[in-house]
Nanobody
Framework: QVQLVESGGGSVQAGGSLRLSCAAS????????VGWFRQAPGKEREGVAT????????YYADSVKGRFTISQDSAKNTVYLQMNSLKPEDTAMYYC?????????????????????WGQGTQVTVSS
């Protein structure tokens, strides 16, 4: 059974940084797409970034390009989201999600519908 566990959320002032972690267990396949999503109260869930674990190709939403970086440590089965220059509008619950895929093409579009495994979420609060 695949499990995803997020950590690293917290409160920070605008302009600050946080690093989220997503530790995965239970996978039988190395090739998968892992993504970060966020949802603020009263708003729709938004795809933030994805990474394809074979080759490490990454994709970002326009709202976070240049500020957020998704990366992986394959040995630890962990994906990270480094968030810099945080803004109050980045405040949300952040979720890690994943699905197995033999092709990285399906990682390009950050669509929640593709993701079958989800973590419990970690809260990020950015104050002005």
């Amino acid at each position: 059974q695949v499990q995803l566990v997020e950590s690293g959320g917290g409160s920070v002032q605008a302009g600050g940084s946080l690093r989220l972690s997503c530790a995965a267990s239970g996978y039988t396949s190395r090739s998968r797409c892992v993504g970060w999503f966020r949802q603020a109260p009263g708003k729709e869930r938004e795809g933030v970034a994805t990474i394809y674990t074979v080759g490490g190709s990454t994709y970002y939403a326009d709202s976070v390009k240049g500020r957020f970086t998704i990366s992986q440590d394959s040995a630890k089965n962990t994906v990270y989201l480094q968030m810099n220059s945080l803004k109050p509008e980045d405040t949300a619950m952040y979720y890690c999600a994943a699905f197995s895929s033999l092709s990285g093409t399906y990682c390009i579009t950050i669509s929640a519908a593709r993701f079958g495994y989800w973590g419990q979420g970690t809260q990020v609060t950015v104050s002005s």
